[in-house]
């Protein structure tokens, strides 16, 4: 058989596909890896400290998402820029249903933690700098040809393509994935008719480390503790659900503005807003790849399926599944079997298959639940809000699902190289 240029390549070097660079080289050493990545990449770029910017765009990462970067050896290192969520404030506006989580009920010391994207970036950046990772950047990869033995790949940088050969290539270019389109995978797309406005947002009154779930008439929105990891502050991340016709008309509104409708649909738990930053905004889609795996490729991340940022669960889900598809990788490896077999790369997705149905039928079912304000469904939706208050194993389900552990056979149970045998229920 000829000599493979590397073992596996991976389109896109954002967080997906660096976390699971970073996986592959504590779990797998020996396999080779290759990120192509469109922007720019140099040790000297990374800074030397990290100051948070205001408009920072942030994630929320669950519980589940902790223990995960604290077996990749690099939680020490994002806690120090990471605001943890200590309570959440379920509650549907003009009604009187609500239920409240707090960490300190299932012995933990925060349901999950608010973390800037570039934070995020840099630190598995400089992680990634101590491994035999290699990198192709800036070049981005726009078609792939299988092979018996694996899969060619053109690389384009510039003007230039070559080609590169390897087992396996996995596609984690994001949502909007070019390479998904090129190489003909099938996606499915329920569009919610609405945009989600992200800003950073500053209050009177301060957050405590709570954050607030609020369902209106109008669709929902939720205010994330944000901008400082040891002192309780008064800067929340904020997603705002609004039709295209009121996205339009809010973001013509100077700050001031956009202020007084945030206060109203919101309400004044945190007093009131005194500043909004940049506004950013996205389509709402649900889109799912029903078969997100081929010989020699598979999808990951966005890439596979994009979810309604309600139970903001999108990035937790990608980073289960890509600790799922190291463990096949590694158990590939450990038999002496390609890693872009079929059989491989078929048994990542009916592990991971589970845990993405179940979450995106729990956020799928959050904007069907609380969407309309029919007068009947109102009140029984807001009865069981205050039902999930009272009762204890309906609330532990609900607070296991923000906190990233509810999936049946999800990795975050389970340290990255686990056994195929303890990925069960706890």
């Given amino acids: 058989m000829a000599q493979l240029d590397t073992d596996l390549i991976i389109a896109g070097g954002g967080l997906a596909g660096a976390a699971l660079a970073l996986a592959l080289a504590k779990s797998v050493p020996d396999l080779r890896v290759t990120v192509v990545e469109a922007f720019p990449l140099s040790p000297q770029a990374l800074p030397d400290s990290y100051q948070p910017s205001y408009d920072a765009r942030s994630t929320a990462l669950a519980w589940g998402s902790r223990r ?21 404030h379920v509650s549907d506006r003009g009604h009187f ?24 970036g840099l630190c598995l950046m400089r992680a990634l700098l101590d491994t035999r990772v290699q990198w192709e950047a800036p070049a981005e990869v726009v078609d792939m040809t299988p092979m018996p033995q694996g899969v060619r790949v053109a690389v384009r940088s510039g003007d230039e393509t070559r080609e590169l050969t390897a087992q396996c290539l996995v596609v984690a270019d994001g949502g909007r994935s070019g390479l998904r389109e090129a190489l003909g995978f099938q996606t499915r797309i329920h569009d919610y008719g609405q945009h989600a406005l992200i800003a950073n947002v500053s209050t009177a009154e301060s957050h405590r480390f709570c954050a607030y779930e609020r369902f209106t008439d109008a669709g929902p929105m ?12 008064r800067q929340s991340a904020l997603v705002w659900t609004l039709t295209d016709q009121a996205l339009e008309e809010l973001l013509s ?67 289960r599944g890509l600790m799922t598809l190291v463990e096949q990788f590694r158990l590939a490896v450990a038999q002496g079997v390609s890693i872009g077999d079929l059989q491989v790369l078929a048994g990542y997705h009916t592990l991971h298959r589970q845990d993405w149905q179940q979450t995106v039928q729990f956020s799928d079912s959050l904007i069907r639940l609380f969407g309309p304000s029919v007068t009947p469904l109102a009140v029984a939706r807001d009865a069981g809000l205050v039902g999930l208050d009272l009762l204890p194993g309906a609330k532990r389900w609900f607070a296991r699902k923000a906190m990233g552990l509810g999936g049946r056979r999800a990795m975050i149970d389970h340290p990255v190289g686990a056994n195929r045998e303890r990925m069960n229920d706890d």
């Fill in 68 to 88: 995960i970067f604290e077996e990749l050896g690099l939680w020490s290192r994002l806690a120090q820029h990471a605001t943890p969520i200590e309570r959440i």
């Fill in 253 to 319: 509104l100077p700050d001031d503005d956009k202020c007084r409708r945030l206060q109203d649909r919101f309400g004044w738990r945190l007093g009131r807003f005194t500043r909004i930053g940049a506004c950013n905004h996205y389509p709402l889609k649900l889109t799912t790849v029903e078969e997100p795996v081929r010989p020699g490729v598979a999808l990951v991340g966005n890439a596979a399926h994009a979810l309604h940022p309600v139970a903001g669960q999108g990035f937790n889900l990608a980073l």
């Fill in 222 to 233: 939720a205010l994330l503790p944000h901008g400082s990891a040891h002192q309780a502050g």
């Fill in 97 to 120: 249903g609500a239920t409240r989580l707090s960490a300190s009920e299932h012995g933990q010391p925060a349901l999950g933690y608010v973390v800037d994207n570039r934070w995020m």
